[in-house]
């Protein structure tokens, strides 16, 4: 990691690792990202757009215009990552541009995503918000009804274009309220674009949720029964303040079991409650976490069935940008390793082995970013609360830096 970079890291990660500090600027960045005041817009105020920037912005996002972003896509990829997943920030609002002109809802979703597109390359995951797509999209999804029209024209239109690029798709989760017709919809995108052995389309599943190992499973039953590949983005959840209690479980101990043991059952191929006379469906898993307790299990696991010659699947990880760095950076050192020592000629035994690893950016103006920065913090509370370990690595590390720099042992 470049020394600037790991200096900002270690700045960022000291406030998150402090509770005191957290309990003071959460809720001022909370007034400020959802502030209507002109004065507290940090894309209409130079000098908090400034202040925002320096501080959080850059440390969390990759730009706001196509050059900006492109240079952290190339930084990342030299980094040592395997690609990136870009998503725009942009949400709808109901209090923007005309009033119940959905066509230009529409089209300006799609726009933003065509501009994501344009800022990656094959191999990469494109992000994507069904809910930004407008009002006629928000009340379909609410009210568990076929996509309209004009949206699922724009939606097919931007899945062959990604596909053309070879740029695969996520579709993000949101609220309870909606996510049983993002489901819906998805089932639909999977069965279209994820044929002869090809992932191209996955959907996101929260461990939170009670319901989730019983949803996974009648998606995983359908993919037997038709014969496509099940994309799995496996998330412990991102709504946790707006959901309804009880659809989530009782303890931060039971989520952590949950994804786990998700992740287990998947990896093993032993999901209970398939059809054990079908062949076993494809599954194809982007472990989406900032827990290292689950990113190392996963890893020993598949591993270990790689090493003793057994069937396993696809499997990826994904961390946010500016979060888990210190985790994305010892997923990268696992791929350094083993490619020590083997020339020109890497073993096949080596190549299985290697995490295939992703940094997850994010792309828009600075008040739509905060946004969404602003729930990336709420969610990954967990792994904030144990961000103290991070800020003592990259301690040593800018402390080993300096010493090489002045010749001390």
């Not at 998805?186 to 009670?210: E, P, V, W």
């Not at 412990?236 to 931060?252: F, S, V």
């Not at 307790?293 to 946010?320: F, H, M, N, P, V």
Request: contains cysteine; proline residues 4%; charged residues 25%.
């Amino acid at each position: 990691m470049p020394t600037h970079l790991l200096l900002r890291s270690y700045f960022i990660t000291s406030i998150l690792s402090s509770p005191r500090l957290l309990k003071i600027s959460m809720p001022l960045l909370n007034i400020i990202a959802n502030s209507p005041s002109r004065f507290l817009n940090p894309d209409k105020n130079p000098l908090i757009g400034l202040l925002i920037r320096k501080i959080i912005y850059e440390h969390f996002v990759s730009g706001d215009c196509e050059a900006t972003v492109k240079k952290t896509v190339t930084q990342m990829k030299q980094v040592g990552y395997q690609g990136v997943i870009l998503g725009y920030a942009k949400e709808f609002a109901a209090d923007e541009g005309e009033v119940g002109n959905d066509e230009l809802d529409v089209r300006r979703w799609k726009d933003g995503y065509e501009k994501t597109m344009d800022m990656i390359g094959p191999g990469d995951f494109m992000a994507v918000k069904l809910s930004g797509a407008g009002a006629s999209t928000l009340s379909a999804l609410a009210n568990k009804q076929p996509p309209p029209p004009q949206t699922w024209k724009e939606m097919l239109s931007l899945c062959h274009t990604a596909k053309a690029k070879n740029i695969r798709v996520w579709i993000d989760a949101e609220q309870q309220d909606l996510q049983p017709t993002i489901d819906e919809w998805t089932l639909i995108l999977m069965r279209d674009f994820n044929s002869n052995g090809q992932t191209f389309m996955y959907n996101t599943f929260q461990a939170y949720l009670k319901s989730t190992p019983g949803n996974i499973l009648k998606y995983l039953k359908i993919a037997q029964d038709e014969g496509w590949v099940m994309g799995i983005k496996l998330v412990r959840g991102a709504y946790i303040a707006t959901e309804k209690r009880e659809l989530i479980h009782d303890t931060l101990e039971e989520t952590h079991q949950a994804y786990d043991g998700i992740v287990e059952k998947l990896l093993k191929q032993e999901y209970p409650g398939l059809d054990q006379t079908k062949p076993y469906p494809e599954v194809a898993l982007m472990l989406a976490s900032h827990n290292e307790t689950s990113i190392k299990s996963a890893y020993a696991i598949q591993k270990s069935l790689i090493e003793q010659g057994k069937r396993t699947i696809k499997l990826e990880y994904g961390q946010l940008q500016g979060m888990a760095d210190e985790i994305s950076c010892g997923l990268l050192q696992l791929c350094e390793r083993g490619e020590k020592g083997l020339g020109e000629k890497r073993s096949e035994m080596e190549e299985k082995l290697r995490p295939r690893a992703f940094k997850c950016l994010t792309w828009g103006s600075t008040q739509e970013c905060l946004q969404f920065l602003l729930r990336r913090v709420k969610e990954n509370g967990d792994a904030v609360s144990r961000t103290g370990v991070w800020v003592v690595g990259f301690r040593k590390e800018i402390w080993r830096r300096l010493k090489m720099n002045f010749g001390v042992n």
